[in-house]
């Protein structure tokens, strides 16, 4: 049986950029046993407890022995409750939570797509790849330039023409990346995400490449008919709305062809991560 901690996590990092927030938690716990792909859930424990019974889950964005790092955008009176939380602050988490991403042999490069706050579980992602020895490639993008849930940097900016900006949460890792607007800004790819995504695969067609996502349905419906197409391997983490995130509410049911037939899984505990050949989008 997984074992799980509920704890009270120190905050010990808070900023914001556009309208996301990046805290830094200190979990001990939680944080020396979490992998690329899990998640925590978060208890809101102040007034407005009496109106939230259940947490709130959130990607874990980056973790070494004693701190985790989550990435939200305020939606709710929940996120914005957590966007006034200060260092000192504390607050009640459990996890590590959900089943992770894993490497899949046979493949050169790992390309990591992300899209808007679905960026969020990728960092962590490419830094335990890349220690790993991995070669690591990503591309994230967003509506706009005031939608981006990162930050961007001049180091380590992917080879396409145009390019010239990178995302500072990978670029740390020695991991090159390049963004992807829908809004035409200076420095980034004018188009979606995954138009990006066509245009490294069509300049990289020699490369076995495993794709792992994570961001909104329609973009990964559209990375899965491009993954079945070419045949390419890969892993999606799917986002869906949960309730208690250990899998008894039942609330968070995605479908998957399993054995010829469709089932219903549980994002919480099935996943998040799915072979994304078996996911019905």
């Given at each position: 049986m997984?074992?799980?901690?509920?704890?009270?996590a120190?905050?010990?990092?808070?900023?914001?950029?556009n309208?996301?927030?990046r805290?830094?938690?200190?979990?001990?716990?939680?944080?020396?046993k979490?992998?690329?792909?899990?998640?925590?859930?978060?208890?809101?424990?102040?007034?407005?407890?009496?109106?939230?019974?259940?947490?709130?889950?959130?990607?874990?964005?980056?973790?070494?022995?004693?701190?985790?790092?989550?990435?939200?955008?305020?939606v709710g009176?929940?996120?914005?409750?957590m966007a006034k939380?200060?260092?000192?602050d504390?607050l009640?988490?459990?996890?590590?939570?959900?089943?992770?991403?894993t490497?899949?042999?046979?493949?050169?490069v790992?390309?990591?797509?992300?899209?808007?706050?679905g960026?969020?579980p990728?960092?962590?992602?490419?830094?335990?790849?890349k220690?790993?020895?991995?070669?690591?490639?990503?591309?994230?993008?967003?509506?706009?330039?005031?939608?981006?849930?990162?930050?961007t940097?001049?180091?380590?900016?992917?080879r396409?023409s145009?390019?010239?900006?990178?995302?500072?949460?990978?670029?740390?890792?020695?991991?090159?990346?390049?963004?992807?607007?829908?809004?035409?800004?200076?420095?980034?790819?004018?188009?979606?995400v995954?138009?990006?995504v066509?245009?490294?695969l069509?300049?990289?067609?020699?490369?076995?490449?495993?794709?792992y996502?994570?961001?909104?349905?329609?973009?990964?419906?559209?990375?899965?008919g491009?993954?079945?197409?070419?045949?390419?391997?890969?892993?999606?983490?799917?986002?869906?709305?949960?309730?208690?995130?250990?899998g008894?509410?039942l609330?968070?049911?995605?479908k998957?062809?399993?054995?010829?037939?469709?089932?219903?899984?549980m994002?919480?505990?099935?996943?998040?991560?799915?072979?994304?050949?078996?996911?019905?989008?």
């Open positions: 997984k074992l799980l901690h509920q704890v009270i120190d905050v010990v990092e808070h900023d914001s950029f309208r996301f927030h805290l830094r938690l200190r979990a001990p716990e939680i944080a020396s979490a992998l690329p792909g899990q998640f925590i859930c978060v208890y809101i424990d102040d007034e407005l407890g009496k109106r939230f019974i259940m947490p709130r889950p959130f990607s874990i964005s980056d973790a070494d022995k004693e701190e985790i790092e989550i990435v939200f955008a305020v009176s929940g996120t914005a409750w939380l200060r260092v000192g504390t009640r988490i459990l996890g590590p939570l959900g089943k992770p991403f490497w899949l042999d046979g493949c050169d790992a390309l990591l797509v992300g899209g808007g706050i960026f969020a990728l960092p962590f992602l490419a830094k335990v790849l220690a790993k020895g991995v070669d690591v490639v990503a591309i994230f993008g967003a509506k706009s330039a005031s939608e981006m849930p990162f930050k940097a001049h180091e380590h900016v992917l396409i145009g390019v010239g900006l990178s995302v500072r949460e990978v670029a740390r890792w020695g991991v090159p990346s390049a963004i992807a607007l829908e809004q035409n800004y200076e420095g980034t790819f004018h188009g979606s995954v138009d990006l066509l245009h490294w069509e300049t990289n067609q020699n490369r076995k490449v495993a794709i996502a994570c961001g909104p349905r329609e973009m990964l419906k559209r990375l899965q491009i993954m079945s197409e070419r045949s390419i391997a890969g892993q999606f983490s799917v986002e869906e709305r949960m309730a208690c995130g250990v008894l509410c609330g968070c049911a995605c998957v062809i399993e054995d010829g037939m469709e089932r219903y899984k994002v919480c505990v099935d996943g998040p991560v799915f072979d994304p050949h078996k996911l019905i989008l």
